[in-house]
Nanobody, 121 residues
Framework: QVQLVESGGGLVQAGGSLRLSCAAS????????MGWFRQAPGKEREFVAS????????FYSTSVKGRFTISRDNVKNTVYLQMNNLTPDDTAVYYC??????????????WGQGTQVTVSS
């Protein structure tokens, strides 16, 4: 069974940092482009960032570019999201997923439970 398990969320003050992790199991994802998405209360899920399977390309939404960094470790089958200079607008549940169509279309069968990020002002 394929699983994506997100972790690393929490409560942080504005201006702070968090590092999210997404551990994959059930199969290797080293040949897949991977991405992070988020869903804020009352809003639709939105794209945040993606990384190519070779790690040679990254793509970011306008709202996080320059503050967030996506990376991956194909040996550990894990994807990371380093989030700096967080603002209350970043409050959401964060999910990782396979990117079906580069750079931002997710593969809908693999959603995990997500990890909550709350940024206080």
């Amino acid at each position: 069974q394929v699983q994506l398990v997100e972790s690393g969320g929490g409560l942080v003050q504005a201006g702070g940092s968090l590092r999210l992790s997404c551990a994959a199991s059930g199969r290797t994802f080293r040949n897949d482009n991977m991405g992070w998405f988020r869903q804020a209360p009352g809003k639709e899920r939105e794209f945040v960032a993606s990384v190519a399977w070779t790690s040679t390309a990254q793509f970011y939404s306008t709202s996080v570019k320059g503050r967030f960094t996506i990376s991956r470790d194909n040996v550990k089958n894990t994807v990371y999201l380093q989030m700096n200079n967080l603002t209350p607008d970043d409050t959401a549940v964060y999910y990782c997923n396979v990117i079906q169509d580069w750079p931002s279309t997710p593969f809908n069968d693999y959603w995990g439970q997500g990890t909550q990020v709350t940024v206080s002002s």
